[in-house]
């Protein structure tokens, strides 16, 4: 009988652990290299030319990360996720990316929770917003820290006047706070990303929120995205000759970001383009606010299986002021010496006019109406 009992027993229990199975992933990247770059700016404020530098540069790919991931399955195929990522920078040891200046944050990119099902998934935290995916996808040169659409909008954000005193900046989002993003299952190829995110600020119900849109299709080598994004009191920090302030929050919608983009990969040739405009509707066109658009153009080959080289074009133009405009030029080779490693070396080419300051490497403007030519060697590990 003891025996029936302790069979039943086992059995409950494997039952139990089968419905609710869970799993815990610790996981980084170290990405680092020696960068050149001629006429750089040590800052966001900065707008003087320091001359050349040489130096040792984290995040030639992406920024170096660790993190933690889990999934805890529920059954009825919903899953309970979270995920807590920060970068770093390899050079230093030092965590950055913080919202709060002088703030130092341990997970300064992903603190989510959330539910995934056959129906989408839902994810609330801090998380980088889905308008940077689908842009990446739509870039042959996938959005990386050098020479790619993101360093393109980038630009513009500080064509638009940002500080870079937060990682809200004026144009559009590459993190938000205190967001919630749905995104939905394809659908033959086409999928669906919702985000809002309240601003918590007392008195102003719009005060600091964001909300975002992205429809994206992917199939047969084409990925197509349109992009809309909108928020309210962006980038609330600034710096006065008191020091640095918080500005009061209005409510006031000030970051309105469009984008649409299209790649297509057939067999190892890809080809990418895209349009954005930047607005501020708040203070509309005049010379208070922007009004900003960007070109992209891409293209990029797979010599084999491990090798590829890839090239993009990214041209800023201020349609308040046309002798603002900005052009900017990249190429990339990138070799896969094992599943983990990668071995990459890349250079570029910056050609800014009026007060536009458009960067090559993520991070490190350039001094406005000036050109800047930068190369870098490095490598990207993964574990």
Same mark, same amino acid.
């Given at each position: 009988m003891k025996t029936k009992w302790s069979c039943a027993a086992a059995l409950? +229990?494997?039952?139990?652990?089968?419905?609710?199975? %869970?799993?815990?992933?610790?996981?980084?990247? +170290?990405? @680092?290299?020696?960068? !050149?770059?001629?006429?750089?700016?040590?800052?966001?404020? @900065?707008? +003087?030319?320091?001359?050349?530098?040489?130096? !040792?540069?984290?995040?030639?790919?992406?920024?170096?990360?660790?993190?933690?991931?889990?999934?805890?399955?529920?059954?009825?195929?919903?899953?309970? /996720?979270?995920?807590?990522?920060?970068?770093? /920078?390899?050079g230093t040891g030092r965590s950055g990316l913080a919202d709060t200046p002088t703030a130092t944050s341990m997970f300064t990119q992903q603190t989510t929770v959330g539910v995934? %099902?056959?129906?989408? @998934?839902?994810? &609330?935290?801090?998380?980088?917003?889905? &308008?940077?995916?689908?842009?990446?996808?739509?870039?042959?040169r996938n959005a990386q820290y050098?020479?790619?659409i993101l360093t393109g909008w980038l630009g513009l954000n500080q064509a638009s006047g940002w500080q870079g005193t937060s990682t809200n900046g004026s144009v559009g989002a590459l993190y938000d706070d205190n967001a919630i993003v749905y995104r939905s299952p394809k659908f033959f190829g086409v999928s669906l990303a919702l985000e809002y995110a309240p601003g918590g600020v007392p008195g102003q119900f719009q005060g600091g929120t964001r909300e975002s849109a992205v429809l994206q299709y992917s199939n047969y080598g084409l990925n197509l995205a349109g992009v809309y994004y909108n928020g309210h009191d962006s980038n609330p920090f600034t710096t006065t000759a008191a020091g640095l302030v918080t500005t009061p929050s209005t409510g006031l919608n000030n970051n309105q970001f469009y984008y649409v983009g299209?790649?297509?990969?057939f067999e190892s040739f890809s080809v990418s383009s895209s349009y954005s405009r930047a607005r501020n509707p708040a203070t509309g066109t005049g010379p208070k606010g922007f009004n900003l658009e960007m070109f992209s153009g891409g293209l990029g080959y797979k010599f084999t299986p491990v090798f590829k080289v890839t090239s993009g074009f990214y041209y800023l133009h201020d349609r308040n002021v046309g002798a603002n405009h900005s052009a900017e030029y990249a190429l990339g080779a990138e070799y896969s010496v094992s599943k983990r490693t990668l071995a990459y070396a890349q250079v570029g080419y910056v050609d800014n006019h009026g007060n536009m300051s458009q960067t090559l490497t993520y991070g490190a403007p350039v001094p406005q109406d000036r050109s800047t030519t930068a190369a870098m060697i490095g490598i990207r590990h993964s574990f």
């Open positions: 409950v +229990v494997f039952a139990s652990s089968a419905h609710a199975q %869970s799993s815990v992933t610790l996981y980084g990247v +170290v990405d @680092s290299g020696l960068l !050149y770059q001629s006429a750089n700016a040590p800052n966001f404020q @900065s707008k +003087v030319n320091l001359g050349h530098v040489y130096q !040792y540069k984290d995040g030639g790919i992406y920024s170096s990360i660790f993190g933690l991931k889990g999934s805890e399955d529920i059954g009825g195929g919903f899953k309970v /996720n979270f995920k807590l990522q920060g970068s770093f /920078n390899s995934s %099902s056959p129906y989408g @998934s839902l994810d &609330m935290g801090r998380q980088i917003v889905p &308008m940077i995916y689908a842009m990446a996808d739509t870039d042959v050098f020479g790619s299209a790649q297509y990969t």
